[in-house]
C-alpha cells in the first residue's frame, strides 16, 4: 500500500552522491484582503492556514482600491496598511506586502499572484482569503490565470455550508475547484464589518483586533467619518 502522507507531485528527487534525497516544495501564503480594519479573525485564519499547509510563511497583502467594494467606508490605503503592519509585526512568519498599495487602479488578484509567481516559480503559492469572497472568483479578472499560479484557501465562520463552494464546480469546472481549499475558523466569528459598526456606535472594539490597532484607530480618528452616520458601515 502507497503512504498517503507523501504526495509524491509535491516533492522534487534530488540526486546527490549517488544517493537519492526526497525534498518538499516550499509553500507560501499569499494572505489578500481589504483589512478594514485587520482583526483577531485575520491572524488566527493566517495562523491556521501557516498551520495546516505547512507554510513557510504568510505575506499579508492589504488591497489598494478593493475591486469589489461599493456602498461602505473604506479607510485610506495607508491606514490599512499601517495598522497591518502593527498586527503582524511580533510574528516571525507572517510578512507584508504593498504589493496592491502601490499599484494603481484596482487591486485584480491575478495580477498579484502572476507577481509572486513570477519572483520564485517553484514555490507553491497559496492564496489565502474569505470563502464568501471566493464564492464570486467567476466574476474576478482572469480567473484561470489565478488557478494557474496559486491555490486558494477558503477561510470559512463556523457553521459555514461548504456547499456553496462545491457549487462553484458548476461554473468553474472540476480541476479548478480541487485547487480550493476550505479551511474552518472559529475566530472569523469576528467581523471588520461588526468593528466598523460598533465603531460607528461608540462601542469598545477592545480583544476584537489587537492593542496596537485600537490605539491606531483611536489615535488617528481612522473611522471618525462613520461616527453618529446612518449610513451602512
Ligand atoms: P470582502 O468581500 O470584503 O469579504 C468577504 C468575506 O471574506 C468577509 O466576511 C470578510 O471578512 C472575509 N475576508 C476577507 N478577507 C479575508 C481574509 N484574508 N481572511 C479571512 N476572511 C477574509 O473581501 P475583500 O476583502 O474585498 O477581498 C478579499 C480578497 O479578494 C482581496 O485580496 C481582494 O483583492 C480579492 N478580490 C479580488 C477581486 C478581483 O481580482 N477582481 C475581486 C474581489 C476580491 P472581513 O470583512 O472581516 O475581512
Do not use: C
Not at 503592519?85 to 494603481?104: K, P, T, W
Not at 477561510?155 to 476550505?182: D, V
Not at 456606535?201 to 490605539?215: D, Q, T
Amino acid at each position: 500500500m502507497k503512504p498517503n502522507f507523501i504526495k509524491i507531485e509535491e516533492l522534487w528527487r534530488v540526486a546527490s552522491n549517488g544517493a537519492t534525497m526526497v525534498k518538499a516544495r516550499r509553500a507560501m501564503g499569499l494572505m489578500g484582503g481589504t483589512f478594514n480594519p485587520i482583526h483577531y479573525g485575520h491572524l488566527v485564519a493566517a495562523e491556521a492556514a501557516r498551520d495546516a499547509f505547512n507554510l513557510e510563511q504568510v505575506i499579508f497583502i492589504p488591497s489598494g482600491q478593493p475591486p469589489h467594494k461599493s456602498g461602505f467606508y473604506v479607510a485610506d490605503p495607508e491606514h490599512r496598511y499601517l495598522m497591518t503592519f502593527l498586527a503582524i509585526v511580533s510574528n516571525q512568519r507572517f510578512e507584508l506586502s504593498r504589493v496592491e498599495i502601490d499599484r494603481s487602479g484596482p487591486s485584480y488578484t491575478y495580477d498579484t499572484v502572476a507577481y509572486f509567481h513570477a519572483l520564485d516559480p517553484s514555490v507553491d503559492w497559496y492564496f489565502i482569503t474569505g470563502a464568501d469572497a471566493i464564492l464570486d472568483i467567476v466574476t474576478w479578472r482572469n480567473p484561470d490565470s489565478i488557478f494557474r499560479h496559486a491555490r486558494l484557501i477558503a477561510a470559512s465562520r463556523p457553521g459555514y455550508s461548504l456547499q456553496k463552494i462545491h457549487e462553484l464546480e458548476r461554473q468553474l469546472g472540476t480541476e479548478p475547484l480541487t485547487r480550493i481549499h476550505p479551511l474552518e475558523v472559529p475566530a472569523l466569528a469576528i467581523s471588520s464589518s461588526q468593528i466598523r459598526a460598533r465603531l460607528r456606535e461608540g462601542l469598545s472594539i477592545k480583544y476584537l483586533v489587537p492593542e496596537a490597532v485600537e490605539h491606531y484607530i483611536a489615535k488617528n480618528d481612522v473611522y471618525a467619518v462613520l461616527k453618529g452616520s446612518t449610513a451602512p458601515s
